[in-house]
């Protein structure tokens, strides 16, 4: 299925007499948003932050996640939804035969671009095996924003001599996402050895005193290791586009290696 086009597209076929202005408008007529009754398509979120509206599965049926997914998929190249179970997929599949899923972490997407570029510049840390699937979740929501993220696995500081041995990646980065279960303690490290922004992740991942990962989210909060933000337990996905948009910003000043221009939102 080709990519539909973008609103600069729209326009520039409209000005040129191929496409008419009622075609446009139908194009555009459910923007800003769609109204599905059981839910409120947000067609306008990539024009305000550069991707768009991204599902949240958990909790929803799977014939709704299909149909919201289906309908954002008619309007955007790319899509994306988290906290999805294979009942999600194979209902969401039915409609989309190019949907791709994770099942580790829980993710689905859709990406029709015909050329996608990745920026580099992010880097994320997992400290233990039992933090992938959130590590996974990071990853595979910033390649579909547009960021080749460099994923570093079980360099928890139970071991810190593992950590070292990544220090010229980490040193190298525009943003860290650094993922961590327990007590919560290697964010602080790694904040403490590069000039990079830290983008703490607290898991649930640790025995009953970690208390579902609160006692990691509170160790994150009081770390004395500057540049350190705190998403919330288990929040893969927030930490990864907060990484995408900082990074973006970044490379766009000219902090890091020039990119080609952003892709538009397409309708």
Sequence with gaps: MPEPPTIRELLERVACGDASVDGALESLRRLPFEDLDFAKLDHHRTLRKGFGEVVFCEGKTPEQVAEILARLAEQHACVLGTRAGLDHYHAARSHLADLEYDELARVLWLDRRSAPTRREGVVIVAAGTS????????????????????????????????LLHHLPVLESANI????????????????????????????????????????????????????????????????????????????????????????????
């Design 131 to 162: 933090d992938l699937p959130v590590a996974r979740e990071a990853e595979i929501t910033l390649e579909v924003m547009g960021h080749a993220a460099e994923v570093i696995c079980d360099v928890g500081i139970a071991g810190l001599h593992r």
């Design 176 to 267: 860290i996402v650094v993922i961590a279960g327990m007590e919560g303690a290697l964010p602080s490290v790694v904040a403490g050895l590069v000039a990079a922004p830290v983008i703490a992740v607290p898991t649930s991942v640790g025995y009953g005193a970690s208390f579902g990962g609160i006692a990691a989210l509170l160790g994150m909060l009081t770390s004395c290791a500057p540049g350190i933000g705190v998403v919330n337990i288990d929040n893969g996905y927030g930490a990864a586009q907060l990484a995408a948009i900082i990074n973006e910003k970044i490379i766009t000043a000219g902090a890091a290696a020039p990119h080609e221009h952003v892709s538009e939102p397409t309708v």
